[in-house]
């Protein structure tokens, strides 16, 4: 191999990987001549017993004995070794060689026979191969063939002179036959390496983030179960962005790949020791904590990072901002698999979500029996036929100025074969965890046209829509499309959404809910005073519709407060040009308290139930008919 100058030839030829290899590949070449050289010394052994007596039979037996020894010795007990370096191989076969260097002259210095000079050539040759290394093989043939002269120097002119043109080409002979051998182990060697060094670039391609150059998830589950079966004590953290896919959809996957390598090497800069950070999805990430840390420093660790998370990313003339969340679960007190710490830890990352965005929770092992009911569901979702199981009921919002119900809210519902009927709750937030909720949605929307198309046209259809639906386009897109399909008005069809839906991705929502609008269909801002900042949202969404939250219309008949708020809310929507609904209106004297406000729209058990759709027919065909609606009323209200 030519090297580009003598540094690189030096650093080529000491490189320690190569030397080890080198070692591994010459070992079986000694340990092959060693075998017969055993053999052969023991035969010669046996010689001297039959043809020497007295000190000189003590003197040869114990060379070639001791020679047969040491060869056993090297072959089975030094050379066995995976951890043989080359120096040692080197020494092993110059003692190798030496002693057979040792055997023939001192058979020749006693018993001088002309003949028998062809050893040193013949032991020339197999010292070219024995050797190892180049300095060795130079050092055994060297003494081999100058020993070979000396003998040879006391015979006539003529044979000296023969000898030496023998010494020649052995020289020759040994030599050539030594650089064929290394060459051809060099190149395998080489060829070795360098299969080597691709198959481990490729293992650290296999584990590696191709985007954020951190552990990818094959990598993270391998260091994982690694864990598991050392027995050693770790916390796992996923941690979940909120905010990004608005901003990746928003400004770009090219925006969205550098803030996920921001937030990456942020993370990683805070040089936390032992924590090993990983990416499992797409903006989801996990953090490995080895040791026996504390419940409460895992819960500090976690939020040390979402806060580091969360501050501002500038990018040109953009500065951006992100949330997280995280859920963490320990081993092995959670749990013994990685499956299971994962689906522990992912379940907690929901609660996190669902209860409290931008903290961190810890599994809680008394939820082991509801995340054994929550899996049941997700399992259930997979597998179910959900277009069968899953249906609608309808509960109406009544008019009190028209004195007839103008329109009813879809409600979902599932009724399980292996579950039987499931709370709507769990099973919105179980798709909503696994992922399912679009396709719960689309099942769901789609019976609630079918239902809407044989109302009649003054009657409209209130739909929910979840945080991950309003975060998806393509799906809104979809939902647009059967509208258009179904020949039904989108001015009928209108979309309730909460606070908690569009607040992480409020950008993204506010385009979808735009086009929405557009479109013709309504948009009402669910649950309105149930949270923190509900009047912002007024301003930031393009709204049809408010309906106020039952927390405040249930107490209206006994706190001045309650009427207060609930008057100023309808104040303000009629003002801003907004349909108001008053939510969970269930008793006659909150009805009467509020008829004096002169409410736009109600809805509550007073006026409804949940009923199915042949039921919620009859209600509206009954409209034209005071008794028949009075005489329905009471009997749902029951």
């Given at each position: 191999?030519?090297?580009?100058n ?61 020679t ?49 000079l ?28 100058a ?8 015979l ?42 691709l ?221 039987g ?53 393509a ?28 607040m ?83 008793t006659?004297?909150?009805m009467t ?13 007073l ?12 209600m ?19």
């Open positions: 191999m030519k090297m580009a003598p540094i690189a030839a030096y650093n080529y030829w000491v490189n320690p990987v190569r030397r080890q290899a080198m070692a591994t590949a010459y070992s079986p070449i000694l340990r092959g001549f060693l075998l017969p050289g055993i053999f052969y010394y023991l035969y010669v052994t046996y010689s001297h017993w039959q043809d020497e007596t007295g000190l000189t039979l003590v003197m040869f037996a114990s060379i070639s004995f001791t047969a020894v040491c060869y056993y010795l090297m072959r089975q007990h030094v050379l066995v070794s995976e951890k043989l370096t080359l120096e040692e191989l080197e020494l092993n076969g110059l003692i190798a060689n030496l002693l057979m260097y040792l055997n023939v002259v001192s058979y020749l210095a006693i018993h001088f026979e002309q003949s028998k062809i050893y040193f050539a013949l032991m020339a040759v197999v010292f070219s191969t024995t050797g190892v290394t180049f300095r060795t093989t130079l050092l055994s043939v060297g003494l081999s063939l020993t070979l002269y000396w003998f040879a120097s006391g006539p002119p003529e044979l000296l002179a023969q000898y030496v043109s023998i010494g020649v080409a052995t020289t020759f002979a040994a030599f050539g036959m030594a650089m064929l051998l290394r060459k051809a182990i060099l190149k395998q060697i080489d060829a070795r390496m360098l299969a080597d060094e198959a481990a670039k490729a293992q650290r391609l296999a584990d590696t983030d191709m985007l954020t150059g951190i552990p990818n998830r094959r990598a993270v589950f391998q260091k994982i179960d690694y864990l598991i079966s050392q027995r050693r004590p770790f916390w796992m953290g996923i941690f979940d962005l909120d905010g990004f896919k608005s901003i990746n959809d928003i400004y770009g996957h090219i925006v969205g790949d550098k803030l996920l390598c921001a937030i990456i090497e942020r993370a990683s800069s805070m040089e936390i020791p032992g924590v090993t950070f990983g990416r499992v999805g797409g903006d989801e990430f996990i953090a490995l904590s080895p040791g026996n840390l504390s419940e409460e420093s895992a819960a500090e660790l976690g939020a040390r990072v979402i806060e580091a998370i969360s501050q501002p990313y500038p990018f040109a003339l953009l500065n951006l901002t992100v949330g997280a969340s995280a859920g963490f679960s320990h081993f092995p007190t959670m749990g013994d698999s990685s499956a299971t710490l994962y689906d522990k830890a992912d379940y907690a990352l929901y609660k996190a979500k669902a209860k409290q965005r931008g903290r961190c929770f810890m599994f809680d092992v008394a939820e082991d029996k509801e995340m054994e009911q929550a899996t049941a569901i997700e399992r259930e979702l997979r597998e179910g036929d959900l277009t069968r199981e899953l249906f609608l009921l309808f509960q109406p919002q009544y008019s009190p100025k028209l004195q007839r119900v103008v329109g009813f809210e879809a409600l979902a519902r599932w009724q399980s074969p292996k579950l009927l499931v709370r709507p709750d769990q099973f919105i937030c179980a798709a909503e965890r696994s992922g399912h909720i679009s396709k719960v949605t689309g099942i769901l929307f789609k019976k609630g046209l079918e239902t809407l198309a044989g109302w009649p046209e003054n009657i409209s259809l209130s739909f929910n829509l979840s945080g991950q639906d309003l975060s998806n386009r799906f809104i897109m979809s939902l647009l499309g059967q509208i258009m399909r179904s020949g039904i008005s989108p001015s009928r069809i209108e979309f309730e959404i909460t606070e908690t839906a569009v992480t991705t409020l950008d993204l929502s506010r385009s979808l809910l735009t086009e929405l609008r557009a479109s013709r269909c309504k948009i009402a801002l669910d649950n309105f005073g149930s949270g923190y900042s509900s009047y912002e949202y007024l301003d930031q969404l393009p709204l049809d519709k408010v309906k106020l939250d039952r927390s405040f219309v249930s107490k209206v008949s006994q706190s001045v407060t309650s009427r207060e708020i609930v008057t100023s809310v309808m104040q303000l929507c009629a003002r801003l040009e907004l349909r108001c609904v008053l939510e969970g209106v269930e006659h004297d909150e308290v509020l008829s004096e406000m002169e409410p736009d729209l109600i809805q509550g058990y006026f409804g139930r949940p009923m199915t759709s042949a039921a919620a027919m009859q509206i065909n009954a409209q034209d008919n005071p008794v028949s609606v009075e005489t329905g009323s009471a009997a749902l209200s029951a």
